[in-house]
């Protein structure tokens, strides 16, 4: 439009304003086009035409309607709800009508979604291109053009939401589903003010702003997921042959397929190398078996695991991390169930580990968390009922003085003693059992010279146990459900090290006397048993160990289907 056709249609509004009132068709018509020469000569451009325009707000029937319009976006209208309550129905992805860049950061992040296990189709369930390029063609249109910027709004808040709630709470939520068992405390994110972070209107120590992990196990897990997917696009690895008697320096066929195995470049040699035999003792070291180098049933076994079986593994058990609460306590105990073994954490760093025995399949050992409150030095062994029916009243029925061998001992509520003899063993149930059967503290007690406790509904605790000997086997899993810790002394020094008086000497001394006493501690322990099939170390080596309880079989059938 030049300057005289501008100038001509001023004079024609002004002559149709003030002119005869039949002519209103005519008025309005270039008041229309007055207007829109006074906005074309106020505006270089339409983005600056946009932004020059107050930011739109929302109304709660809009996004309501919009969100239930799809099932998948309706699972999250709580949410949706409560964030745009919370600013005032502002819209969250525009400043000055422009999209903030945090919205294809996250749409980015969502399409690289595999590589956290997770399926980018879950996700992107808005067709965003669709959308952008409807927004873009409604430029000279700033009605419509408001109508797409909701519509994008809300879209992309719904996706967070949708993608967020997989990413930090995990895509199978326990406490929600029976069958899986994990009774550990969750975290307490708050999806909504996470939200806030990514848009860089609230702080948090987490980094929800960059999209990231909140564990650094969890992330190395994720690294780990990408190099087996590379091995698994290469070609997997080979089979290797049971070789049981091949020792060092001896030649064998199996010798090509193995080094291969172990990435161990050997030219063509089929001699069992040094440097071939000191990797399969780490590879043993690294999956629990007994590290001897020998190309036995179980080493082969676990090196035969079908690559697209470990990768499963590793996303199990990344979604595992995302359950766990976001940050764990300064100081905490924590069982790994699968890998036998009680750690201890100080200011975030193992400070104490050490071989535990776990409950077998029959008696598994319950996965939940609670916090430690008492060390008991020389503890009673209270018998459970089940072994007193099913093993000892029989005995007890033809000779009640075989109590006497086994020093144990029967007692009332009241800590009176009971004899034996006085009980009809035939008849006992739960229902009339109202005694104590226990073992007194000594060398025959199950629970050995300390138990630690940490009140529970599953009676479950830590204890030391006179078999000694069954630490040394690769797989510990033999108890009725309670954890038995290796090094006991070490523990309960550790525990009670800011408790005045109780050093390992006085805990020596205290146990040589055979009798029970409980040490309160000043501050309680968190403790956590975990079930962890698939973690890393420090240096990011992956370590896989056995499913013994079929958990990661049960959270498959959910998590993958």
């Known amino acids: 439009m030049n300057r005289s056709t501008n100038t001509l249609a001023v004079n024609n509004q002004r002559t149709a304003f003030f002119g005869i009132k039949n002519k209103v068709k005519r008025i309005i018509f270039f008041l229309s086009a007055g207007s829109l020469f006074l906005f074309a000569s106020s505006c270089k451009n339409s983005n600056s035409r946009f932004a020059d325009n107050p930011q739109q707000l929302l109304d709660s029937t809009y996004y309501i309607e919009y969100v239930k319009s799809d099932p998948k976006l309706n699972d999250q209208i709580d949410l949706v709800k409560t964030f745009y309550r919370d600013r005032k129905f502002e819209l969250a992805w525009y400043k000055n009508n422009e999209m903030v860049p945090q919205a294809e950061k996250m749409l980015d992040v969502i399409r690289k979604a595999s590589d956290e296990g997770l399926n980018p189709a879950d996700y992107l369930i808005i067709d965003f291109e669709k959308l952008y390029a409807e927004l873009k063609a409604s430029k000279k249109d700033f009605e419509r053009f408001s109508i797409v910027q909701k519509e994008i709004d809300v879209a992309l808040t719904a996706t967070y939401f949708i993608w967020a709630s997989d990413y930090y709470r995990g895509v199978v939520v326990p406490n929600e589903n029976k069958e899986i068992e994990w009774d550990v405390k969750r975290n307490r994110i708050k999806l909504d003010l996470a939200l806030l972070n990514v848009l860089g209107e609230k702080e ?46 001896m030649q064998s066929p199996v010798i090509p397929a193995l080094a291969k195995r172990m990435g161990v470049n050997i030219d063509s040699s089929t001699v069992y190398s040094e440097e071939l035999f000191n990797a399969v003792r780490q590879f043993q070291t690294d999956q629990g078996l007994k590290p001897d180098g020998a190309l036995g049933a179980e080493t082969i076994r676990i090196m035969n695991v079908p690559i697209k079986d470990r990768i499963k593994q590793i996303i199990l ?36 580990s050490m071989n535990v025995i776990v409950g077998k399949a029959l008696n598994s050992t319950p996965v939940f968390s609670d916090k430690m409150e008492y060390v008991v030095l020389s503890p009673y062994w209270n018998v459970p009922f089940s072994i007193i029916k099913e093993d000892l009243a029989p005995k007890l029925a033809s000779n009640p003085s075989y109590l006497d061998r086994l020093d144990m001992e029967i007692i009332t509520s009241k800590g009176e003693n009971v004899s034996p003899s006085s009980i009809d063993w035939n008849t006992i149930s739960e229902d009339n059992w109202n005694y104590t059967l226990r073992r007194r503290p000594g060398p025959k007690n199950d629970l050995g010279d300390v138990k630690f406790i940490f009140p529970n509904s599953n009676d479950i605790y830590l204890h030391d146990t006179p078999h000694d000997e069954l630490f040394s086997q690769a797989k510990r899993g033999f108890s009725h459900g309670c954890v038995r810790v290796e090094k006991p002394i070490d523990l309960a020094v550790y525990l009670l090290r800011d408790q005045e008086n109780w050093d390992r000497e006085k805990i020596l001394s205290a146990i040589s006397e055979r009798k029970e006493k409980q040490i309160k501690l000043k501050v309680t322990l968190p403790v956590y048993l975990v079930y962890f099939t698939a973690f890393t170390d420090e240096s990011g080596k992956v370590h896989f160990r056995d499913d013994i309880y079929g958990h990661d079989k049960t959270l498959a059938e959910h998590y993958f289907n």
């Open 204 to 249: 948090s120590q987490y980094p929800y702003a960059n999209f990231s992990p909140l564990h650094p196990e969890y992330t190395r897990l994720k690294t780990a997921l990408a190099a087996y997917r590379k091995i698994e696009t290469a070609g997997s690895w080979p089979i290797v042959q049971a070789a049981p008697k091949l020792k060092k320096g």
């Open 317 to 352: 058990n990344m979604e595992r991390w995302r359950w766990l609460p976001r940050s764990f306590e300064s100081n905490y105990l924590l069982v790994n169930i699968p890998e036998f073994k009680v750690y201890v954490f100080e200011e975030g760093k193992s400070k104490i």
